[in-house]
Each structure stands twice: as structure tokens, then as C-alpha cells.
Nanobody, 117 residues
């Protein structure tokens, strides 16, 4: 059974930090890119960051560059999203996903991040 389990969300003041984790199981981790989308109330889902488990290539949305860092621990099949200098506009539900680039995409259940001003 494929599972992506997110953790690490919560409530933080603007300027603070959180680290999200996405623990994966049930598929060949190295064959997938793992990333994060987020969705704020009333807004469309937005891609935040992604990392290739195979070669470590990373991508970031312009809105988080310089503040967020994505990393992967292949031994633990876990991807992390370190979020620093958080802003109220970073508030939303953060979803982890895994994509093999050949039509298979899996989603986690989401974790809430709330940044107060």
C-alpha cells in the first residue's frame, strides 16, 4: 500500500520556522520525485518545491526561494521541507506528493501550516 505521511505542521508567528516531513512507503522511493503543494483558503493549489530522489535536483516556487529548503533522506524514504522566515501568506494546507514522471502520482493527506502576523 502506497503511503505518504506528512507531519510537522502547526501554528507559528511570522518570521518563525517549521520543518515538514513526508515519510513514504509502498513504492520505490528512488524512482520518484517528491514534492510539496500548498493550498490556501479560496486559492488554487500551488506547487512549492520538489526534489528528485534519484539525483537530488531541486525546484522552488519563486515565492519561497531563499526561505524554504527541500531535502531527502533516501535511507529513511523521507523528504523534508525546512521553512524559514515564514509569512502569513505561507498559510495553507501543505500536501506531499510523489511522481514518477510516467503517470503515477500519489498524495499525502495534508498538514496545516498557519502563520500569524
Amino acid at each position: 500500500e502506497v503511503q505518504l505521511v506528512e507531519s510537522g505542521g502547526g501554528l507559528v508567528q511570522a518570521g518563525g520556522s517549521l520543518r515538514l516531513s513526508c515519510a513514504a512507503s509502498g513504492f520505490t522511493f528512488d524512482d520518484y520525485a517528491i514534492g510539496w503543494f500548498r493550498q490556501a483558503p479560496g486559492k488554487e493549489r500551488e506547487g512549492v518545491s520538489c526534489i528528485s530522489s534519484r539525483d537530488g535536483t531541486t525546484t522552488y516556487a519563486d515565492s519561497v526561494k531563499g526561505r524554504f529548503t527541500i531535502s531527502s533522506d533516501n535511507a529513511k524514504n523521507t523528504v523534508y521541507l525546512q521553512m524559514n522566515s515564514l509569512k502569513p501568506e505561507d498559510t495553507g494546507v501543505y500536501y506531499c506528493y510523489a511522481d514518477n514522471g510516467r503517470g503515477a502520482r500519489y498524495w499525502g493527506q495534508g498538514t496545516q501550516v498557519t502563520v500569524s502576523s
